[in-house]
Every structure is written in structure tokens, then in C-alpha cells.
């Protein structure tokens, strides 16, 4: 019997271990959280961006420094129009959190 338990828990960490990635996008301070398709964009320990599912970019303005600055620009590219698109903190937050709340 623990061994079928063993085997059910190994088949689910597989599934997690392909779907979860953790990578750094623009140096030690910054860190991209795959779920699926879900991404968030992390500066620092701060969300600054995430793309649902769908493919929808959301991108919060810049309320902190350079180097944030610098990874925004490298998740949005840094336009004139990418840096009007972003939202402000308040804004950027709650959708975030509707966008979770919709995952789970």
C-alpha cells in the first residue's frame, strides 16, 4: 500500500517540477515565476509584473528605483507606450490578486 502512495506523490512532484520554473531576467535582484502559462515578474522580493494565461501583459509603473526601472524596461520593453500602459501601484495590485484568485 505505500508503495502506490509513493508512486501517486512522484507522479504529482513531476507534474509540479514541469510546470514551475524560477529564473532570473535581469541579474540577482530580479525573478520570474512560471506556473503554466501564468508568469510573475518579481524586483527584488516586489511583484512588478505578471502575464496571465491569455497572454495579457500587466506591468506596474516604477515607485522605486533605477535598477527596478531597468527591469521593468527589460519585461516591457521600455517604449513610451509600454511605460503608458503601466498601471499604477493600487491598480496593478488588485488585478494581480483577481488574477490569482481566478487560478485557485
Same mark, same amino acid.
Given at each position: 500500500m505505500q508503495a502506490n502512495n509513493d508512486r501517486s506523490v512522484n507522479a504529482d512532484a513531476a507534474v509540479i517540477k514541469t510546470e514551475l520554473a524560477f529564473e532570473h531576467y535581469c541579474g540577482p535582484n530580479s525573478m +520570474?515565476? +512560471?506556473?503554466?502559462?501564468? !508568469?510573475?515578474?518579481? $524586483?527584488? $522580493?516586489?511583484?512588478?509584473?505578471?502575464? $496571465? @494565461? @491569455?497572454?495579457?501583459?500587466?506591468?506596474?509603473?516604477? @515607485?522605486?528605483? !533605477?535598477?527596478?526601472?531597468?527591469?521593468?524596461?527589460?519585461? @516591457?520593453?521600455?517604449?513610451?507606450?509600454?511605460?503608458? +500602459? +503601466?498601471?499604477d501601484s493600487e491598480t496593478f495590485e488588485a488585478r494581480l490578486a483577481s488574477e490569482l484568485r481566478r487560478l485557485s
Amino acid at each position: 500500500m505505500q508503495a502506490n502512495n509513493d508512486r501517486s506523490v512522484n507522479a504529482d512532484a513531476a507534474v509540479i517540477k514541469t510546470e514551475l520554473a524560477f529564473e532570473h531576467y535581469c541579474g540577482p535582484n530580479s525573478m +520570474r515565476v +512560471r506556473v503554466g502559462a501564468f !508568469q510573475v515578474w518579481y $524586483s527584488y $522580493s516586489t511583484p512588478v509584473a505578471f502575464m $496571465s @494565461d @491569455d497572454g495579457a501583459l500587466t506591468v506596474r509603473v516604477n @515607485d522605486w528605483s !533605477q535598477v527596478t526601472g531597468k527591469h521593468l524596461n527589460t519585461i @516591457d520593453g521600455g517604449s513610451a507606450e509600454a511605460r503608458k +500602459r +503601466r498601471l499604477d501601484s493600487e491598480t496593478f495590485e488588485a488585478r494581480l490578486a483577481s488574477e490569482l484568485r481566478r487560478l485557485s
